[in-house]
């Protein structure tokens, strides 16, 4: 009788243990605050591809698979799910391509080359109009004289 007490004392000090050992983890997950869980979702919509296309994150797309894919990263994040569970998820049902690469984003000069090109072809055609008006082509009209041309009337009228 004294070993089922020590025994029933000691799986409940067990017990009230692992309780405290794992609270915080418990917490820490259900205790997300609405802002931190918006955010969440927005890193993961961020980080994945809409599949119709895969030009543009989940989180910029109109589709309506996008639109899909946005409601359900929503529900997974309230779920509790975490990131590589999400993402594995799509991965599995998409394939790796769905993902967001980070070395395949542009980088900061990305938005200067169309300004660029402008800028250097405007400077290329005024360059190219100056050097035309300083040497412009001469309008010398060919020497005519009546040694050089045939007759074509002489030819007519032996006809």
Request: charge should be neutral; glycine fraction near 4%.
């Amino acid at each position: 009788m004294m070993i089922r007490r020590a025994r029933r004392r000691a799986a409940g000090l067990t017990a009230l243990l692992l309780f405290a050992l794992a609270a915080p983890f418990v917490v820490s997950a259900a205790g997300e605050t609405p802002d931190e869980q918006k955010a969440r979702v927005r890193r993961i919509e961020d980080a994945v591809l809409a599949p119709c296309c895969y030009t543009e994150p989940v989180s910029r797309h109109q589709s309506e698979i996008a639109l899909k894919m946005r409601i359900e990263i929503a529900n997974w994040v309230a779920a509790g799910k975490t990131d590589r569970e999400i993402l594995d998820a799509y991965v599995q049902q998409y394939g790796a391509k769905v993902l967001v690469d980070p070395r395949t984003i542009p980088g900061w000069w990305t938005p200067w080359v169309p300004w660029l090109t402008i800028i250097l072809g405007v400077g290329f055609a005024l360059w190219l109009v100056r050097r035309w008006r300083a040497n412009p082509v001469p309008q010398s009209a060919p020497d005519l004289d009546d040694q050089n041309l045939p007759d074509f009337d002489d030819e007519e009228s032996q006809r």
